[in-house]
């Protein structure tokens, strides 16, 4: 097996992102559907965790033994998932183009049933990840495999009951070679998270549940996502759980989807489209 | 043609030979790990806790948090086995079996004590009769009920070393301990009486009692053919219909919601293959109630006096 740890420079990954949302906004495009504003906002987050600072090999087995994990909680943001696998080598960048399409590898929301390269688990229905990471976690314990287990949710998702049954477990039990990243862009369908279900003060919420907590109020600037991902490898093992806190603009890098929860889930179209990736260069090449 | 003779030493409880098989398999498993959600007592869960504390994992009342941590511990090779009621293995945890385990692969082992009305006193809130529908309805998971101790321990081996999803029922009265001779293997049912007028086909704690309506009616003149399905899903067609085929009746008997249980599973071969007369032994689209196991068996239909009934009433509406 070959196993890296891409520590891409921070030219390749500012030239990744574009790119990376350039893909997000023609696949959905392209179907007319599909979730593009939290997937710009989380470009930079899995550009970086992908390209800088995860062990893993993009020869691709579900066990992935000795390699760090990435559990995607918040199924819906799936284009910038599926970009960033494939331009991190995991399957034909090609393929993009099959998104939401029938016999697609690169399902609506992501799954393990039709077998893509760097999924682990299904995700969609909301509020499962951090279980699921947990279980991961532990096994990695069992195994004597010292490599990480990351997440990624949505601000919204904590909504749901079962995130607080696994933090609260996850803090009790010390599952300390976890790093759960929160994309806090306070935002949700039916409006901002304020207007839906306030939040609360999320990391008093954390804390009290005994996470160590760590805030990136530039969640989109790389540079702060690399040093806010190296304090919390710095801190694992030190039985607690940790989790950041990542300030996130929603619909990143496109200036009409920007601050708004209007491209939680919609398409733009072909004029729309145009705009986008005008403000977007191609770096790397479109699929 | 003479009934066999089933015998026993004692009457134990199903969930038990649980309890002894998760022992078993964790002294001679290195990967099975065991989850328990403020339930070991109840599952019969201490042994392997005690033997194995860095494999048990006590997750508290959180079933949904211990569905996803069985599945996240199955990535890196472990062999999740969760415990915890029926009631709480599946109708609280549906979305998360079916997306974190179902439709994601997942190799876990779903165990399900006090199913059914038998877990009695506790009443309708704990006695779920509607779980066996509810799993087979799942792509992929296989679906195990057994009927004793001994078919239970065998079960238990059984879906450690099978590859995938798997929700195995069993419950909490003691039962006669009968199948020590007897094989288990996923899919395949049992004959424990060959018969010509009438099949009974029974799984769980209606086994038992399919054996001693076989023996009433025997004494009436009618020979009934008992067939115990342990795994619903996949079904073993194969057997139900050579026997539909042969007696030309069948009674199914299970501690479950006529709708979505094993009857309808058979109700679909026989519709698709060789229509035949079936009747349902099973709870009538129900809530339970509180009372002991016997009184509610009794209430709700759901004992050998019962079948005898209903193959009486299905003999008559043969062709």
């Not at chain 1, 899995?46 to 020869?59: C, E, I, K, P, R």
């Not at chain 2, 321990?153 to 450690?160: C, D, E, G, L, V």
């Not at chain 2, 139900?240 to 030309?248: E, P, R, W």
Request: glycine content about 10%; hydrophobic content about 40%.
């Amino acid at each position: 097996m070959q196993k890296t740890t891409p520590m891409a420079s921070l030219e390749t990954l500012q030239k990744l992102v574009p790119q990376v949302r350039r893909d997000i906004l023609r696949m959905v495009h392209q179907v007319n559907s599909g979730h593009p504003g939290g997937s710009l906002g989380c470009a930079e987050f899995l550009v970086t965790l992908y390209n800088h600072v995860m062990d893993y090999s993009t020869d691709f087995s579900m066990d992935g033994k000795n390699e760090d994990l990435f559990f995607l909680s918040n199924g819906h943001i799936s284009p910038v998932f599926y970009s960033t696998l494939a331009r991190s080598g995991f399957f034909p960048v090609a393929e993009l183009a099959t998104f939401r399409k029938l016999n697609s590898r690169l399902q609506g929301h992501p799954t393990t049933h039709e077998g893509l390269p760097g999924v682990r688990i299904a995700s969609g229905s909301l509020g499962q990840g951090m279980s699921v990471a947990i279980g991961a976690a532990e096994t990695k314990k069992l195994n004597n495999d010292s490599n990480l287990v990351y997440t990624l949710h949505g601000d919204g998702e904590l909504q749901e009951g079962q995130n607080w049954e696994a933090i609260m477990y996850a803090a009790a039990k010390g599952i300390d070679n976890l790093i759960a990243t929160i994309d806090y862009n306070k935002q949700q369908i039916d409006g901002s998270t304020d207007d839906v279900l306030p939040l609360g003060d999320l990391r008093a919420k954390l804390e009290a549940f005994g996470w160590e907590v760590i805030d990136v109020e530039q969640g989109n600037n790389i540079e702060a996502i690399i040093k806010a991902l190296e304090t919390a490898k710095s801190a694992t093992g030190k039985q607690k759980p940790i989790a950041i806190l990542l300030h996130t603009v929603m619909g990143n890098g496109v200036d009409f989807m920007m601050h708004t929860h209007a491209w939680h889930g919609k398409a733009p179209n072909d004029e729309q489209l145009a705009i986008g990736l005008a403000q977007n260069e191609e770096t790397l090449g479109d699929y | 043609m003479g009934l066999k003779e089933y015998t026993f030493t004692e009457k134990i409880d199903t969930r038990s030979g649980f309890g002894v098989g998760l022992a078993e398999l964790g002294d001679a498993n290195p990967n099975v790990v065991a989850l328990c959600a403020d339930l070991t007592g109840s599952l019969k869960m201490n042994a392997f806790k005690d033997a194995h504390p860095e494999r048990f994992f006590q997750i508290g009342i959180a079933e949904a948090n211990m569905m996803g941590i069985a599945a996240g511990m199955t990535i890196g090779g472990k062999i999740p086995f969760t415990g915890t009621f029926a009631n709480f293995s599946t109708g609280r945890v549906y979305d998360q079996i079916r997306q974190s385990i179902a439709y994601s692969h997942k190799n876990v082992k779903i165990c399900a004590s006090h199913a059914g009305i038998t877990l009695g006193e506790d009443g309708a809130t704990h006695q779920i009769l509607e779980d066996i529908g509810m799993m087979k309805m799942l792509p992929g998971m296989t679906v195990i009920n057994t009927c004793d101790f001994e078919q239970t321990r065998k079960a238990t081996h059984a879906i450690a070393a099978h590859n995938g999803p798997v929700y195995l029922r069993f419950g909490r009265p003691k039962m006669p301990n009968f199948t020590t001779a007897l094989p288990f293997e996923i899919g395949k049912g049992i004959v424990l009486q060959e018969g010509t007028d009438v099949t009974l086909v029974a799984t769980g704690h209606l086994v038992w009692e399919a054996l001693e309506a076989a023996k009433t009616l025997h004494a009436a003149g009618i020979s009934a053919e008992v067939i115990n399905i342990h795994t619903i899903k996949p079904l073993d067609d194969a057997l139900i219909l050579a026997s539909a085929k042969k007696t030309g009746a069948v009674v199914s008997c299970e501690e479950h919601n006529f709708l979505g249980g094993l009857g309808e599973s058979i109700a679909r071969v026989l519709a698709q293959h060789h229509p035949t007369p079936q009747a349902f032994v099973a709870t009538q689209d129900t809530f339970g109630e509180s009372g002991t196991p016997a009184e509610l068996m009794e209430k709700y239909g759901l004992n050998a006096a019962s079948i005898v009934r209903k193959a009486q009433e299905v003999i008559a509406r043969k062709a």
